[in-house]
Nanobody, 127 residues
Framework: QVQLVESGGGLVQAGGSLRLSCAAS????????RGWFRQAPGKAREFVAAINWSGGNTYYADSVKGRFTISRDNAKNLVSLQMNSLKPEDTAVYYCAADSRAMRVVVPVTEEEYEYWGQGTQVTVSS
């Protein structure tokens, strides 16, 4: 059974930092891009960041560019999201995902391009 499990969410003050991790089990995703999405209350899920299968290419939503950093450790089947300078508008449930295709050239940024999803972890940023 394939599982993606997020961890590291919590409550933090504005300006603070959190590091989210997503551990995969049941199969290896070393040849697939990994992504992070988020969903705030009353809003649609949105793209946050993605990293290609080798880790050599990343892409960020404009709203988090310069503040968030995505990384991966293929040996551990792990992807992480370092979030700095957090703002109240970053409050959301954060989901990790794994690409539906292997070794994609262009980093996927839409939900439809991802096949596997975690259950989400809550991030709350207080003002």
């Amino acid at each position: 059974q394939v599982q993606l499990v997020e961890s590291g969410g919590g409550l933090v003050q504005a300006g603070g930092s959190l590091r989210l991790s997503c551990a995969a089990s049941g199969r290896t995703f070393s040849s697939r891009a990994r992504g992070w999405f988020r969903q705030a209350p009353g809003k649609a899920r949105e793209f946050v960041a993605a990293i290609n299968w080798s880790g050599g290419n990343t892409y960020y939503a404009d709203s988090v560019k310069g503040r968030f950093t995505i990384s991966r450790d293929n040996a551990k089947n792990l992807v992480s999201l370092q979030m700095n300078s957090l703002k109240p508008e970053d409050t959301a449930v954060y989901y990790c995902a794994a690409d539906s295709r292997a070794m994609r050239v262009v980093v996927p940024v839409t939900e439809e391009e991802y096949e596997y999803w975690g259950q989400g972890t809550q991030v709350t940023v207080s003002s």
